[in-house]
């Protein structure tokens, strides 16, 4: 007699059933069983064992601050990851979420506000969060380090391209390589200039944002932009690119693990709170990560303390650059031994 | 790499074009040698613009003499300046965005100027050869000011 498989599970919050479908689907698929209630008040949920994850879908009180309604949820899940989702005001109440709480993943609801000619918004079919990213976000949450880079993030099969960078020179030879990879395959215009922003806002962080003396201190991030900068040879920093026809993604890795979400959630502030000006001075301008989100779709960041930073920009290219701008952008920060690649 | 051409008009005009990537090499010298009064940048050729080119374009910006005239901003220049909507200072006036159209009935696509300002591209929206109205191949908050 087989002894019972235990069941991973996931409770979600919400009340709207193309949100609450598409999560059982996509989490389902991964091996995650999922139950639904309208109220956080009614968490935690009976016979509900093993719980992986916990869903918010912020909807469900569309005035409430974010994160008085994750902090509710919070009570009945001690310790559990929690992805939000939203759809209406989605992508300031996202940043909320992620900012001002212990969210680590959200991921925007499809279908959100659409603005037919005439200018006029309306509310179009709201459709729920994108399968695939709540997939990928589950799988990698669950299963670690075996799927690091871009592979989570396109078709099975598709080509990932490494190149390694550890010069300034290195990092130019990089960015060409990305974008005549995206030309080659006919990108251009408003699609190949996020490629490029992506990549090139990555592999400068890698370059002089992320590198540690062996105090901890920063080394590079204080250094003028224009000077060259050089890692040591057991240093390299890994940029990983690949795109299935639909989907481009690129990752950099660096050795030095030394970002923090708070770090992260600094920066996205001022998506919220609005950008006076760029820093003043030679080293960063204080807008990469912030230009990054601009453009990206989803932006996943996987930390290691110590050890390993990897930041994932994953692009929509398929379709319109309208309809990419559409889907908002979803953010996932994992840390630790939680879903980082090796 | 950027390439920076300029022509000075018989009203002492001068017209400054900026074509392809600023990023923090960016070095407006041969700009900023000459500009003694009205500057009238034309950025249609600017296809990106890094963080760090950010902040040399506002230097470059403020670093001018007198009132500046921006035309046909890309849509690399368009999305910083809604992002940062200080980014060019009261100085500096924004006339015009060469923004991406599509035309919802064939797919054609092609670049249209039109004033920056709110709905904008609605108003301005151009005619496709097939008959239709073209539309705006993005969000227009992310190009245009709300």
């Known amino acids: 007699m087989h002894a019972a498989k235990r069941t991973r599970a996931a409770a979600l919050v919400s009340k709207h059933g193309p ?16 139950r639904a209630t309208p109220f956080p008040s009614e968490l935690p949920l009976d016979g509900l064992e093993d719980v992986v994850a916990l869903l918010v879908d912020l909807d469900v009180s569309p005035g409430e601050p974010p994160a008085m309604l994750v902090a509710e949820a919070r009570q009945a899940y001690r310790g559990v990851p929690i992805l939000a989702t939203a759809g209406v005001d989605s992508r300031a109440r996202l940043l909320d979420a992620l900012c001002e709480s212990d969210v680590h993943h959200v991921i925007p609801k499809r279908g959100a506000l659409t603005l037919p000619r005439g200018g006029m918004p309306v509310i179009g079919t709201l459709e729920g969060p994108d399968e695939h990213d709540l997939f990928a976000a589950i799988r990698r949450l ?22 390694s960078v550890r010069t300034s020179d290195d990092k130019d030879g990089a960015l060409e390589a990305i974008i005549g990879f995206a030309e080659s395959m006919g990108l251009a215009g408003e699609k190949l200039r996020r490629v490029e922003l992506s990549a090139e806002e990555l592999l400068m962080n890698a370059l002089y944002d992320a590198p540690r003396n062996s105090d901890g201190s920063p080394r590079n991030a204080n250094l003028d932009r224009r000077l060259a900068v050089s890692l040591g040879s057991d240093e390299t920093v890994k940029m990983r690119y690949g795109c299935d026809g639909q989907t481009l993604a690129v990752a950099v890795a660096d050795p030095f693990g030394s970002l923090s979400k708070q770090a992260v959630t600094e920066r996205l502030r001022k998506v ?71 | 790499m950027v390439q920076i051409d300029k022509k000075k008009s018989a009203d002492g005009t001068l017209h400054v074009t900026i074509a392809g990537k600023i990023d923090e090499r960016f070095d407006p010298a041969v700009v900023l040698c000459e500009a003694r009064g009205k500057v009238v940048m034309h950025l249609a050729g ?38 940062i909507p200080n980014l060019v200072g009261a100085r500096a006036v924004v006339e015009s965005a060469k923004l991406p159209f599509t035309c919802p009935a064939c797919g054609a696509e092609k670049s249209h100027s039109v004033p920056f300002r709110a709905g904008a591209s609605v108003e301005h929206a151009p005619k496709c ?8 191949d993005g969000l227009p908050e992310q190009y245009l000011p709300a």
């Open chain 1, 272 to 342: 919220r709170e609005g950008i006076p000006r760029p820093n003043a001075g030679v080293a960063g301008a204080g807008l990469g990560l912030v230009m990054t989100y601009s453009v990206a779709n989803q932006l996943i960041f996987a930390v290691a303390p110590g050890r390993l930073t990897e930041v994932t920009a994953v692009l929509h290219v398929g379709g319109s650059n309208r309809a990419a701008q559409e889907r908002g952008t979803a953010v996932h920060f994992y840390v630790g031994g939680e879903g980082v690649g090796e």
């Open chain 2, 46 to 83: 600017v296809r990106s613009i890094s963080s760090l080119g950010v902040r040399a374009f506002e230097q470059f910006v403020q670093a001018l003499p007198e009132d500046v005239v921006l035309v046909h901003i890309s849509p690399a220049i368009a999305s910083q300046l809604t992002m």
């Open chain 1, 142 to 163: 669950l299963e670690g380090p075996e799927s690091p880079g871009v592979s989570p993030y396109l078709l099975s099969g598709a080509p990932v391209h490494e190149v």
């Open chain 1, 19 to 34: 949100t609450c479908r598409r999560v059982a689907q996509s989490l389902g698929a991964a091996g995650v069983h999922v």
């Open chain 2, 129 to 136: 050869a097939c008959g239709g109205y073209m539309e705006l």
